[in-house]
């Protein structure tokens, strides 16, 4: 079986605010704040057939703002976290709109 940067580095990020934070350029508070509100919306929809392969909504997350701190190509994330290049170009893609939607109706109801 072969690991990706989520089941090694991620755990052990988590264990150092610090390291966390240069990693993904948020607190270990935020990102769990962040996944809180987004979760959700990260799941298959309700008529997806489930697959011991998919993508949690917290990886999902990971990858997504490991490309928005760094601005790496889509290849490092396709290589450092084993998933296919489209696939992560997806989930990116996917995130980051559920992001600015999330972000864009709490700010529009204040």
């Known amino acids: 079986m072969t690991h990706s940067m989520f089941e090694t580095l991620y755990p052990k990020l988590r264990q150092h605010e610090k390291k966390f934070f240069n990693y993904f350029r948020m607190s270990v508070k935020s990102f769990d704040d962040l996944l809180l509100l987004i979760g959700e919306d990260l799941l298959p929809r309700a008529n997806y057939v489930p697959r011991e392969d998919v ?7 990971v990858i997504t703002l490991r490309y928005l701190a760094t601005g790496c190509y889509f290849a490092d994330l396709h290589y450092a976290y084993r998933l296919g290049k489209s696939t992560v170009i997806d989930i990116v893609q996917k995130t980051v709109y559920v992001i600015w939607n999330k972000c864009w109706s709490m700010w529009e109801e204040q």
Do not use: A, G
């Not at 993508?55 to 997350?61: A, D, G, R």
């Open 55 to 61: 993508v949690s909504p917290e990886q999902k997350l």
